[in-house]
T-cell receptor
Framework: QSVLTQPPSASGTPGQRVTISCSGGSSNIGSNTVNWFQQLPGTAPKLLIYSNDQRPSGVPDRFSGSKSGNTASLTISGLQAEDEADYYC???????????FGTGTKVTVL | EVQLVESGGGLVQPGGSLRLSCAASGFTFSSYSINWVRQAPGKGLEWVSYISSSSSTIYYADSVKGRFTISRDNAKNSLFLQMNSLRAEDTAVYYCAKDPFGVGATSFDYWGQGTLVTVSS
């Protein structure tokens, strides 16, 4: 059972900005760094954002992350057709809950 | 090039056992923590287990605690997941994922392609 809550879906037309929220608590997002993963259909997840707002090499700069308190956000600026995928936030919880993923958000490009 | 290749998945009856392997290459395996993550068909991602670089720190999700055992062989660049007392709800694609930072800042910068475990009679 996920303890990080995301909206189930988000959508936009090409070029629009889309923001996905990730709501957690003081024991996970509030205490640890947040990561975001992109999963294209039929493929393994890919790291999109780490340490709240850092992009790995090769990730387009239209993807950005932020964190405030117990909530994190992923923003896609300039939505493109190839961005249609599932997106998951994640963070370390504690020694009892371990690492926790968000519920996932399906992004559709209209 | 970093590569993680899982193997060992398959069809197993409820109550049975299975051992998954993850072969790593392209990086200094002994320097990094590794995790298992699973995804049930049509569902979201679920973290399963964490093992530190030296095997000194291990964590499990509550859903598998007492049934699954994670281990690694740094000499052979390999990660394992021994799964016992399997249940239908363990049916999923199992991924191994490299963690560049460790507990507290855990992230998964490289993933394998996954191996499918199906628990059914």
């Amino acid at each position: 059972q996920s303890v990080l809550t995301q909206p189930p879906s988000a959508s936009g037309t090409p070029g629009q900005r889309v923001t996905i929220s990730c709501s957690g608590g003081s024991s996970n997002i509030g205490s640890n760094t947040v990561n975001w993963f992109q999963q294209l259909p039929g493929t393994a997840p890919k790291l999109l954002i780490y340490s709240n707002d850092q992009r790995p090499s090769g990730v387009p700069d239209r993807f950005s992350g932020s964190k405030s308190g117990n909530t994190a956000s992923l923003t896609i600026s300039g939505l493109q057709a190839e961005d249609e995928a599932d997106y998951y936030c994640a963070a370390w919880g504690d020694s009892l809950s371990g690492y926790v993923f968000g519920t996932g958000t399906k992004v559709t490009v209209l | 090039e970093v590569q993680l290749v899982e193997s060992g998945g398959g069809l197993v009856q409820p109550g049975g056992s299975l051992r998954l392997s993850c072969a790593a290459s392209g990086f200094t395996f002994s320097s990094y923590s590794i995790n298992w993550v699973r995804q049930a068909p049509g569902k979201g991602l679920e973290w399963v287990s964490y093992i530190s670089s030296s095997s000194s720190t291990i964590y499990y999700a509550d859903s598998v605690k007492g049934r699954f055992t994670i281990s690694r062989d740094n000499a052979k660049n390999s990660l394992f997941l021994q799964m016992n007392s399997l249940r239908a709800e363990d049916t999923a694609v199992y991924y191994c994922a490299k963690d560049p930072f460790g507990v507290g800042a855990t992230s998964f910068d490289y993933w394998g392609q996954g191996t499918l475990v199906t628990v059914s009679s």
